[in-house]
């Protein structure tokens, strides 16, 4: 889209407005897989696809382009250079999977646009037309995503997992994406605050140049699911420039306007929420659908 030089509030602001004050993210992209008639039991989960079938994977992008999503995430959450090497896979062949995830997601917004420009040449008789504004997030899965063991839901690592444990680990997938094609970078289901901290380090570190986005899990409506209180998240968020948006995911329903209100009291960023889930259970891997909005109301 352009955006190189673009400052990073900036971007999100215009894009909000040219979105009508609020933007419509993808929905369960494993639910969509899964429907497709894809066994995700897997410890990659979603990003076994891009292994075994990407053209699925373009495809799914392009039903929610289809259904009217502004943005449309990655199938990286769970695409992580030891995941992958643990199947078997090269170093070299784990980081063009990474990236590859980002470019399907490209491939099939340029796919969509094309098809828009067409339909609309044709009911207009070739006179100028418009398109509805999409964005390409680069997804990155927590640290309890890659064991899959339900970490993810809970926060707890253990006392050998440090700051720089989380750093280290992100670091290569967090430079591989963000220089992908991805017009941002979307950091999801954040479980504890020590994670946030790897994450905005990170960007200030390797000088990451797309914006990115929190978002944080939470399982009574006031702390992350580790215990870390959700405005120490929120606030971890704000000191770093590169966030533009703050929200919460794999969240329940009920709890969503809450968490949303204690955010807002001391992050000046837009908010992401979602609010559908159907299935929310440590025990089991992952949630079965989402349905997240990114709100232009600060």
Request: proline share 3%; hydrophobic share 40%.
């Amino acid at each position: 889209m352009g955006l190189e030089g673009v400052e990073p509030s900036a971007l999100m602001r215009d894009f909000l407005a040219e979105c009508g004050g609020y933007a419509v993210v993808d929905g369960g992209f494993a639910t969509e897989l899964e429907r497709h008639g894809q066994d995700l039991n897997d410890p990659l989960w979603s990003a076994k696809c891009l292994i075994s079938s990407p053209q699925l994977v373009r495809r799914v992008h392009l039903d929610y382009l289809e259904a009217g999503a502004n943005v449309i995430i990655s199938a990286s959450y769970q695409a992580t250079i030891q995941g992958f090497e643990a199947k078997g896979l090269s170093h070299e062949e784990a980081e063009t999977l990474i990236k590859r995830s980002v470019e399907i997601a490209c491939e099939a917004r340029q796919i969509y646009l094309q098809r828009c420009a067409k339909g609309c040449r044709d009911f207009l008789g070739g006179g100028k037309t418009t398109q509805r504004p999409v964005l390409v997030a680069a997804s990155v899965g927590s640290y309890g995503a890659f064991l899959a063991d339900g970490s993810e839901y809970s926060g707890h690592y253990g006392d050998s997992v440090t700051l720089e444990t989380l750093k280290d680990f992100h670091r290569r997938r967090v430079q591989i994406l963000a220089n992908s094609g991805a017009d941002l970078v979307a950091f999801e289901t954040i479980p504890n605050k020590l994670e946030a901290q790897a994450y905005a380090e990170l960007l200030r570190e390797e000088n990451i140049s797309i914006p990115a986005w929190f978002s944080f899990t939470s399982k009574d409506g006031i702390n992350a699911v580790s215990g870390d209180s959700i405005a120490e998240c929120a606030n971890i968020a704000n000191s770093c420039n590169r966030v533009v948006a703050v929200g919460i995911n794999c969240t329940p329903p009920r709890l969503i306007h809450g968490l949303i209100l204690s955010i807002k009291k001391v992050n000046n960023s837009h908010l992401v929420h979602e609010n559908q889930v159907l299935t929310c259970d440590e025990n089991v891997p992952h949630y079965k659908y989402n349905d997240i909005v990114i709100s232009g109301d600060k």
